[in-house]
């Protein structure tokens, strides 16, 4: 897969957040192997709350910023059954809000890199058509995978201790 990244402000200029979120795919390819697909293309905007505040109102009638939204553009069937040959497919957009990852960051006692490298792989899985809310079991299996391709990174499991 290929990203196609922008980074507007207030996102810190200490960061090479291009290099963070392809890492952040080559961890969760090997454990979500779809995401590999070299037809993919996937853009990630890493950008302010306001600006994820009005994506969120317009695209899902949320008044409210989040930490990333995911707006996929193939389903999952269409995933996991995309041929080798043909034009590039897009698989959908991210967008992370910088302040809300920043505060939950800090609340969490970790670096914004880590929990924007988390942001990443959630919002990537939620593209490839995982999904958290649908039941319990999806939100364990969602979870597995992030932790799994997190931990590939150094990165520590972020919803608490597993074996």
């Known amino acids: 897969m290929e990203l196609e990244i922008d980074i507007e402000a207030p996102w810190p ?23 590999g697909h070299e037809r993919l293309l996937t853009s990630v905007l890493f950008t302010s ?10 695209w899902r ?11 996929p553009m193939l389903e999952r069937v269409e995933l996991l059954n995309l041929q080798q040959d043909g034009p590039p497919e897009m698989l959908g957009d991210i967008a992370l809000a910088a302040e809300t990852c920043a505060r939950e960051a800090s609340e969490k006692n970790v670096s914004i890199q880590e929990h924007a490298t988390h942001l990443l792989i959630h919002g990537l899985l939620h593209l490839a058509g995982l999904d958290h809310e ?3 079991a999806d939100a364990e299996a969602m979870e597995a995978l992030e932790t799994k391709a997190l931990a590939i990174l150094a990165i520590a499991d972020p919803y608490g201790d597993r074996n």
């Open 13 to 35: 200029g200490d960061t090479d957040w291009v290099d963070l979120a392809e890492r952040a795919l080559e961890a969760l390819v090997q454990v979500a192997p779809e995401l």
């Open 49 to 58: 709350d306001s600006q994820v505040h009005t994506l969120n109102r317009e």
């Open 61 to 71: 009638a949320k008044d409210k910023p989040t930490n990333v939204l995911s707006f």
């Open 134 to 136: 649908i039941s319990d």
